[in-house]
T-cell receptor, first 108, second 114 residues
Framework: TQLLEQSPQFLSIQEGENLTVYCNSS?????LQWYRQEPGEGPVLLVT?????EVKKLKRLTFQFGDARKDSSLHITAAQPGDTGLYLCSMGAQKLVFGQGTRLTINP | DAGVIQSPRHEVTEMGQEVTLRCKPISGHNSLFWYRQTMMRGLELLIYFNNNVPIDDSGMPEDRFSAKMPNASFSTLKIQPSEPRDSAVYFC????????????FGPGTRLTVL
């Protein structure tokens, strides 16, 4: 069974700080997705990465895929209260397996 | 454009009752997924369909759960009989099969079984 481990499980920081969350597996990913879920809503795709070493940026969010395609990180610069949510990584092409998520709280 | 539509948004029922959850995927999407989310187990895939055909139901917990997709614009997930441990948020998602990593999720149905 392929498992995705996300860390930290919970993170609470002040507005304006930087943060990094991680997604790791013992298996090689064909592709990896990052989703964000806000309370009372379904997850929304942020990015898909497919190439080892790939870096993608989405405004203040930077996503990196490990060279061996077994891990990924999400870095947020100058966090804002609107970044609050559950960040989920997933792997797979169609049958997605999700990590447990990092629950991020940005305090004003 | 309308996203994935799920109904009901909330369902409270008693143990032993039948529960039916409904989903309307995004028009033109040919893959549909049912997930369950709990604090303990996270987001788990129950079953998915391609072109209305069930492809993988290995995540369905047991025979009490069944899912159907009679046409491209409608799917149901049925639990009969329901048990308290089925309490969770159930999500439906849809996608183009060629971009299946990009799934569009509905708002979910929060199910409480008393």
């Amino acid at each position: 069974t392929q498992l995705l481990e996300q860390s930290p499980q919970f993170l609470s920081i002040q507005e304006g700080e930087n943060l990094t969350v991680y997604c790791n597996s013992s298996s090689v990913f064909s592709s990896l997705q990052w989703y964000r879920q806000e309370p009372g809503e379904g997850p929304v795709l942020l990015v898909t990465v497919v190439t080892g070493g790939e870096v993608k940026k989405l405004k203040r969010l930077t996503f990196q895929f490990g060279d061996a395609r077994k891990d990924s990180s999400l870095h947020i610069t100058a966090a804002q209260p609107g970044d609050t949510g559950l960040y989920l990584c997933s792997m797979g092409a169609q049958k997605l397996v999700f990590g447990q998520g990092t629950r991020l709280t940005i305090n004003p | 454009d309308a996203g994935v539509i799920q109904s009901p948004r909330h369902e409270v029922t008693e143990m032993g009752q039948e529960v039916t959850l409904r989903c309307k995927p995004i028009s033109g999407h040919n893959s549909l997924f049912w997930y369950r989310q709990t604090m303990m187990r996270g987001l788990e895939l129950l079953i998915y369909f391609n072109n209305n055909v069930p492809i993988d139901d290995s995540g369905m917990p047991e025979d009490r759960f069944s899912a159907k997709m009679p046409n491209a614009s409608f799917s149901t997930l049925k639990i009969q009989p329901s048990e308290p441990r089925d309490s969770a948020v159930y999500f439906c998602a849809s996608s183009f099969s060629r971009k299946a990593g990009h799934q569009y999720f509905g708002p979910g149905t929060r199910l409480t079984v008393l």
